[in-house]
């Protein structure tokens, strides 16, 4: 990838952790975010710093082994994330993966902290664009063993709700993971209102069929089939 290029993902890092910042989906130095460069090179933000004030100069730049490129600057701000080894391992299991978002987002954290995996069947665009929802058993925030917990998971889900932690959200690129953290955060919340109306209804209806369709449509065969 060119030089221009890869300025161009540092940008987008920071936009994208501008608007995590802003809209309250982390707080602190809450959260990380990675892109994958080239076959072995990541942009990843620096530990330690909020999401919301981050600075293309700042993000360091890693091979698949977590090291840094050779010839690049490490970051102005440091080193990389305490969760970096989370995200090479889904680049790992995922090629098709080219942006990895972990953060804390207050309502979706909480289905996190309860170990309750928000039911995308009942809310037709999350059952398209969510759907399936994993949850990873808990592991100290940090440790190898995490990174290695996430593995099985994250082979046929998108969105990961980490047990007692937070969530993690994928996609092919930045804006798509974003956008899926960004809406999993309203649609838990959207749940609780359903649950203090009385409670979220399944439709099971000959919809649920052309919903699955619609979602090998938009997604592919990875996540055809309709949930149950």
């Known amino acids: 990838m060119s030089d221009s290029s890869t300025e161009r993902l540092r940008e987008s890092i920071c936009d994208i952790g501008r608007r995590l910042w802003t809209r309250g989906l982390c707080a602190g130095s809450d959260g990380n975010i990675t892109v994958r460069v080239s076959a072995d090179a990541f942009l990843c933000t620096p530990a330690g710093h909020s999401k919301g004030f981050l600075t293309p100069e ?44 972990h953060s804390h987002p207050p309502t979706a954290t909480g ?18 664009l969510l759907h399936p929802i994993a949850l990873v058993p808990y592991v100290t925030p940090g440790d190898e063993r995490l990174a290695n917990a996430v593995r099985p998971v994250v082979k046929n889900s998108d969105v990961l709700l980490l047990a007692n932690h937070g969530v993690v959200c994928v996609g092919a690129d930045l804006q798509q993971a974003y956008f899926k953290l960004e809406m999993l955060e309203s649609f838990t919340q959207v749940l609780l209102a359903a649950d203090r109306a009385g409670g979220a209804k399944q439709f099971l209806t000959p919809d649920q069929g052309e919903l699955a369709a619609l979602r090998r449509k938009l997604r592919g065969d990875r996540f055809g089939p309709a949930a149950k």
């Open 58 to 101: 700042s993000m360091c730049l890693i091979d698949g082994g977590g090291n840094p490129v050779a010839g690049q600057p490490v970051g102005t701000e440091g080193k990389p994330s305490s969760e970096l080894r989370l995200h090479l391992a889904v680049y790992e299991e995922r090629p098709d993966v080219h942006a990895v978002i």
């Open 111 to 128: 289905f996190a902290l309860a170990h309750r995996l928000p039911a995308t069947w009942v809310y037709a665009e999350a059952d398209v």
